[in-house]
């Protein structure tokens, strides 16, 4: 049997569908910040300068929605997560990462997830900059998690030694949501 190329209950989508809790938040790049803190040896803020400058990734991938799309084929630009973690260097019991994003949201993942080579932190969708509503001036995406764990308008990795549940984890969704097991919800 060859591998299925959409996960279990999912319906393809060419439509890009916006769904986030809250307004839409609006950020000038002179203003932007990127934390990175917790677990880490330098805990350290990156301007928006400064975070274009370290090394870039490309990633073409699927995604999944919760709610039952999916859409084949997205294209992103944007920053390895990799390298951010290089320059801050996680404390060896770090295993955990909250991605925080504007208007208090937070997505918990394991910090594989961000080293996946799969996962960016994103600034441009589909050959232009990342739209606001979904995310821009940039985001965390991360296409092997069902999609509610791609932050949107990204503000931070706060590195852990324990897993502790985010935004929509607090709410019912499955910790770790892989959408090839169906980890929709608790
Ligand atoms: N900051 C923030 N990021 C978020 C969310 C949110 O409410 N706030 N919702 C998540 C959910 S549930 C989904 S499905 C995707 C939707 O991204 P899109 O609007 O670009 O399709 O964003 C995720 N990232
Ligand atoms: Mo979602």
């Not at 049997?1 to 790049?29: C, D, I, K, S, Y």
């Not at 999609?147 to 019912?172: N, Y």
Request: with cysteine; glycine share 6%; charged share 25%.
């Amino acid at each position: 049997m060859p591998e299925p190329r959409v996960p279990p209950n999912q319906t393809v989508t060419r439509l890009f569908p916006v769904l986030h809790f809250g307004p839409v938040p609006r950020v000038a790049l002179d203003r932007w910040r990127f934390r990175v803190f917790g677990l880490v040896r330098r805990p350290l803020e990156f301007s928006w300068e400064e975070m274009l400058q370290l090394r870039p990734k490309t990633v073409r991938a699927d995604i999944h929605c919760v709610t039952g799309w999916s859409k084949l084929d997205t294209e992103w630009e944007g920053i390895d997560p990799q390298a951010v973690l290089e320059v801050a260097e996680p404390l060896p019991e770090a295993r955990y990462v909250m991605v925080h994003g504007m208007n208090q949201f937070t997505a918990n993942l394991e910090l594989d997830d961000i080293l996946a080579p799969d996962t960016v932190l994103a600034h441009r969708f589909a050959g232009a900059p990342l739209a606001a509503e979904h995310g821009g001036p940039m985001r965390l995406v991360v296409p092997h998690r069902y999609f509610w764990k791609s932050a949107k308008w990204v503000t931070g990795f706060e590195l852990m030694a324990e897993d502790r549940p985010g935004f929509w984890e607090e709410r019912g969704y499955h910790l770790r949501g892989d959408p090839w097991q169906e980890e929709r919800y608790w």
